[in-house]
């Protein structure tokens, strides 16, 4: 069984990959940034917290054939990538930093394009 800090790695790498060109494309324009920020942050977690629901589901009893039933591939894959991948608590790890941290840049980045473009403006 793969780890829950694996799957949620998963849902932020999935919600990061389908709207950061959106972001990128709006730093870039100098347009204003929060409203794609905002939306990307809290679509990556999100899809974050939708993909560690089976193990939420574990924890609070349910039975285990319905934990890991094909169902719950509607969950990001959940029961897939539990028989692909065994453990991956380290990897999940080293995920989740990377997705913080290009996170972070792109608020900073978003910043110092928007103050620059409002300097330059006057």
Known sequence: MADSTLHFALGLAI?????????????????????????????????GAF??????????GLPEFFCSGWWMNLFLFHPML??????????????IVALFLLHYSLIIAAIYRIRNFHLEKE
């Open 51 to 60: 993909a560690i629901i089976p193990n939420i589901l574990r924890h609070w």
């Open 82 to 95: 539990d028989k692909l991948k065994p453990g991956g608590a380290l990897l999940g790890e080293i995920l």
């Open 15 to 47: 919600g990061t990959s389908i709207l950061l060109p959106g972001l990128v494309k709006t730093i870039t324009s100098g347009r204003i940034t929060a409203p794609s920020v905002r939306r990307l942050l809290s679509t990556s977690y999100a899809l």
